[in-house]
């Protein structure tokens, strides 16, 4: 077992597969989805729907670091190359931004619930409308990375062992 830990496979990773995709992707669903539920739920005036968006932030913002601390540790294994470090470099600021701001789009749908879980306001729909763009941008980004620029890939992990890509 010890030898998965101490040696990387043909994606430069010390375990089968990249786990930043997965579990970003549950930060993106629950992000969408309650943005979603925020406004249906404003427009049709069923405020049950507030609480499921309550409950998909909050998840979101825990697993937001979880995926922070993968992507963080695969990006130092994926030795990216020159053509993909600015990239990676906007995709990891943009990563850390959105931790904070989801917290903070949290704290403030938890003050929002405290007073009245039946309301929210039209700014907080306006919120959740901009960081469903940044996380959209995110996507694009994230997107990038893997399919143009191939990081953890086998044949681009090859490149870069064989001196290929610098």
């Not at 990249?18 to 309650?34: E, G, R, Y």
């Not at 309550?54 to 670091?65: C, P, Q, Y």
């Not at 039946?118 to 996380?135: C, E, F, H």
């Amino acid at each position: 077992m010890l030898e998965y830990f101490t040696s990387l496979n043909d994606h430069n990773l010390p375990y089968p597969d990249t786990i930043h995709p997965i579990v970003v992707h549950f930060v993106i669903a629950m992000v969408l989805f309650s943005f979603f539920c925020d406004v249906v739920g404003y427009f049709t005036g069923k405020s049950s729907l507030f609480e499921v968006s309550w409950w998909n932030m909050l998840v979101a913002t825990i697993a937001i670091f979880v995926a922070i601390l993968f992507g963080q540790f695969e990006a130092g294994l994926a030795q990216p190359y020159s053509l993909a470090k600015s990239v990676l470099n906007l995709h990891t600021l943009i990563g850390w931004s959105l931790s904070g701001i989801i917290t903070a789009i949290t704290a403030w749908r938890y003050v929002i619930r405290a007073r009245n879980p039946q309301k929210i306001s039209i700014y907080y729909l306006g919120a959740g409308l901009i960081l469903t763009l940044i996380v959209g941008l995110q996507v694009y980004l994230g997107d990038e990375l893997v399919w143009v620029y191939g990081l953890h890939t086998v044949p681009v992990v090859e490149a870069v062992k064989d001196g290929l890509l610098r």
